[in-house]
């Protein structure tokens, strides 16, 4: 199915799809993970399966969307094996383990082996077709129990297929396959460095402005060197000078590393 760009749906949305999906005979959530409980200060609707991310102060939880995606936390679980509760949180959130996943068929049918990624309606998961935070892997085909119609970003009405998947937990930073043109260590480092995934062409962009960087001040370092080695042998009586000058070329070369991180930095983060 082709991506559909929807709207983040919340609250009733969410709980018209608990209403259908939570009834006992279509939905049995697992009891082998293990969670954390955490508090919920918003009029959310929090339902077993649902994607969370933490809020700003890291204490309380809200429905996952793509603009809270880098503070994925897990999945609402509310028969966990293991609960690291915590006085007057009740929100019990998988961290690990294998448990069924609130998702739908807005980005693909998903199949098991997929990435489960956020979705733009909130709490809803779906497959991971480019860089992004995914909660886990899919270890089912999606079985879809129930179909809603949401709106994109055009106006036009798309219907969605929504159901749980069973998924092994694991929030990390997912790169798809066509895209393992640089190494592992650079891509991780480049995520690492912007708390989430990055794309290939600002990795790239980052890659080229800091080799030019350190290119420049090997140049300038390695030529002044040299000139004031020579410059030292023709006239010894200016050494004081030669060494100023010097002082200032590894001045310079440091503003211009220091500029190529902070500028590499900022394409990352920004």
Do not use: W
């Not at 200016?238 to 000058?245: F, K, Q, T």
Request: hydrophobic residues 45%; glycine residues 8%; positive net charge.
């Amino acid at each position: 199915m082709k991506a559909i760009l929807v709207r983040c749906i919340t609250g009733s949305t969410l709980a018209f799809i608990a209403v259908i999906l939570l009834s006992p005979l279509a939905y049995a959530q697992s009891s082998s993970t293990i969670a954390q409980s955490f508090k919920a200060d918003t009029a959310q609707d929090f339902v077993n399966g649902a994607l969370v991310s933490t809020k700003d102060n890291k204490n309380s939880i809200e429905l996952a969307t793509p603009r809270t995606a880098s503070r994925l936390v897990g999945v609402i679980d509310g028969n966990p094996l293991v609960s690291l509760s915590k006085d007057g949180q009740d929100i019990e959130v998988v961290l690990s383990g294998t448990t069924d996943v609130l998702v739908s068929d807005i980005n693909g049918t998903i199949k098991s082996g997929d990435r489960i990624t956020v979705s733009p309606v909130a709490g809803l998961g779906m497959k991971a077709t480019t860089d992004s935070q995914i909660i886990g892997t899919a270890q089912d085909d999606l079985q879809a129990t129930t179909t809603r119609n949401v709106t994109d970003r055009n106006g036009k009405h798309h219907s969605i297929h929504i159901g749980h998947v069973r998924t092994q937990i694991g929030i990390a930073a997912y790169q798809p396959s066509g895209n393992d043109l640089l190494p592992p260590i650079i891509q991780n480092t480049a995520n690492s460095i912007a708390g989430g995934p990055v794309s290939l062409a600002r990795v790239l962009i980052c890659s080229a402005l800091l080799m030019l960087g350190f290119v420049t001040t090997i140049i300038l370092v390695y030529t002044s060197t040299r000139s004031a080695m020579t410059s030292l042998g023709r006239n010894p009586l200016a050494a004081r000078a030669i060494r100023r000058g010097l002082y200032q070329v590894i001045t310079i070369s440091l503003a211009v590393v220091g500029s190529s991180l902070l500028a590499s930095y900022l394409i990352l983060t920004i």
